[in-house]
């Protein structure tokens, strides 16, 4: 079995506490097991600025976590913060635009076309901080079908692209709206 090993640090921010990827190569400060391998799969299509790679512990296993692609808003508010990690020099500025969300393919009810996103996980709160979910959907904007303007039911935060590989690769990750 592959092993894929997630460089990520400890941060607190936001009065919540989780697991970030540092942009180098520190060693994990201790080793989790991953839930959900297959958000990985954002690598896959897209490589922008605007995300990072998250790690929360989970509630209910211990030695587990569960991976999310924390979201800038305003991506120009993620410019430096690789660096702020790595030097401990972040506040709650920094994240004050990020949104925790999933990658997921949805598809649109209207039109059926099938496009990447990220999403914001519905009932999902933040561990330690559960009034910040409200005020994250709160600043967030959501996206509408790019290809037929159909209003998507989930919280799509950011469109990719339309998907292109074959359904099987993804098929136990695809919702449809
Ligand atoms: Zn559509």
């Given at each position: 079995m592959k092993t894929t090993v997630l460089f990520m640090k400890k941060i607190k921010v936001e009065n919540t506490e989780f697991f970030i990827e540092t942009g180098n190569a520190l060693a994990p400060e201790f080793p989790l097991k991953v839930n959900n391998p297959e958000q990985l799969k954002l690598l896959d299509v897209y490589s922008g600025s605007d995300v990072r790679l998250m790690l929360v512990p989970s509630f209910f296993k211990i030695d587990y976590g569960n991976l999310y692609w924390l979201f800038w808003i305003d991506p120009k508010t993620s410019d430096k913060i690789n660096e702020?990690?790595?030097?401990?020099?972040?506040?709650?500025?920094?994240?004050?635009n990020s949104v925790k969300t999933f990658y997921q393919i949805t598809e649109c009810s209207n039109c059926k076309r099938k496009f990447d996103t990220l999403i914001i996980p519905p009932g999902d709160p933040y561990p330690g901080n559960p009034k910040l979910l409200a005020k994250k959907i709160g600043l967030s904007k959501f996206q509408k079908c790019p290809a037929c303007n159909f209003g998507l039911r989930q919280m799509v935060v950011k469109i990719i692209g339309e998907h292109k590989k074959s359904d099987s690769v993804m098929s136990d990750n695809v919702v449809a709206t």
């Open positions: 702020k990690i790595t030097h401990n020099t972040f506040t709650d500025n920094d994240f004050l």
